[in-house]
């Protein structure tokens, strides 16, 4: 419709909505932030006072009594993804929603099943996919330069870096630990990366070892060490109906040199290359390679502003969106395979 502007309202009104995706969504013409919904007063506050966002709400189902809302930005905790995207997409609004999607398969499958019932749009906000480093390597991939990429060791690791809020640690809020919060990322990425692959099966670990403990410092602020109830270290590996496979491992707390390792490694049958600083290696007439990839020489991309972007396109033209639900099921489902494999000790078959 010519001339038409998009009504955008919040659901959930903290860090990343502020920082991240307010600004994203405010760099595009044909879009009008008209309201948030949060039961903090604070944030209530500063979207009137410091954004200016005409209608704040403490309840988010009188946000969707709004007609003029055409999308909802989902950006509360975790475990209130499905609740909120599903009431969102029944109210026939379009839903972005921070990562992960939903906590459980079960979850991301309802909300898949309402999207379709309302012929509404759903799209996880999975950042790390419209990355320059991201979308240049995927079209290395896609022109066939690494091969079949039949591995992947996908690593979403900190030192110290326990994210001090209970939305983080709290298990009622976030669903899980690092690997909820920043696995989502590398592992999402990967699996993209690879071609989005059928998972087959999942086993995996997870560990509670050092946040629980006083002695223990965080460089991310304080936590509360009694209730921090999810773990601090996860790792995984998971098997494709095609017998490839990506090794995971993810931690807010672990004894490692670096102070962050956010990054995978890709093992293809012509080349391979370590995501996002490394290497290209390969082998060529007998001579190996290793060619130093220059991301650094691209256009720099705000990656939160860009999925934001590309999903009002795929409103405004009715066009699939780039991270498919059903690709996000997948994810869920490897996560929660490695959660269910390390309470249950055995491997989960799907
Ligand atoms: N993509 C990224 O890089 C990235 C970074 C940080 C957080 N996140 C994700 O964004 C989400 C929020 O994280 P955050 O850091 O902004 O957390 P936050 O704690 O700063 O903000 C969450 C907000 O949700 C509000 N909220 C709680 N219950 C609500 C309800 N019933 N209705 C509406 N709002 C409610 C809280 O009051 C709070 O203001 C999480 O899912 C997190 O995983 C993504």
């Excluded at 013409?29 to 506050?45: G, H, M, Q, T, Y």
């Excluded at 790390?128 to 690791?157: H, N, P």
């Amino acid at each position: 419709m010519k001339g038409k502007k998009y009504g955008v309202g919040f659901i959930g009104f903290g860090g990343i909505a502020q920082s991240c995706h307010l600004p994203g969504w405010k760099k595009l013409n044909d879009v009008e932030v008209l309201a948030v919904a949060d039961p903090f007063d604070i944030a209530r506050k500063k979207a009137q006072e410091e954004f200016g966002i005409p209608m704040v709400f403490d309840d988010y189902k009188k946000l969707l009594e709004v007609d003029e809302i055409d999308i909802v930005d989902i950006c509360a905790h975790n475990t209130f993804h499905f609740p909120a995207t599903v009431e969102s997409l029944k109210a026939g609004k379009h839903v972005i929603c921070e990562k992960p999607l939903a906590v459980s398969v079960k979850e991301v499958e309802g909300m898949i099943k309402e999207a379709k019932k309302n012929n509404r749009k759903l799209m996880a906000a999975q950042h790390q996919r419209f990355r320059k480093e991201s979308v240049s390597t995927k079209r290395m991939i896609d022109d066939g330069v690494f091969g079949e990429i039949y591995y992947a060791i996908a690593y979403a690791l900190r030192r110290r870096g326990v994210p001090a809020r209970p939305t983080f640690i709290k298990k009622e809020l976030s669903g899980g630990g690092p690997m909820f919060d920043i696995g989502v990322h590398i592992l999402d990425l990967t699996y993209w990366f690879m071609g989005c692959p059928k998972v087959h099966s999942v086993k995996g670990v997870t560990y509670t070892k050092l946040a629980k403990r006083k002695d223990i410092k965080g460089l991310w602020g304080e936590w509360d060490r009694e209730s921090y109830d999810v773990e601090d270290f996860a790792s995984g590996f998971i098997r494709f109906t095609d017998g490839r496979s990506i090794s995971l491992s993810c931690s807010f707390l672990a004894n490692m040199e670096k102070l962050e390792d956010f990054s995978t490694t890709l093992f293809g049958s012509e080349a391979g290359l370590r995501w996002p600083d490394g290497k290209l290696t390969t082998e060529k007439k007998g001579v190996l390679q290793d060619v130093e990839i220059r991301f650094d020489t691209l256009p720099d991309v705000a990656p939160h502003h860009e999925e934001i972007r590309v999903f009002l396109e795929c409103v405004k033209k009715d066009k699939e969106v780039p991270v498919k639900p059903e690709e996000s099921l997948e994810v869920i489902k490897m996560l929660e395979g490695i959660y269910r494999s390390a309470e249950t000790g055995q491997e989960m078959l799907f």
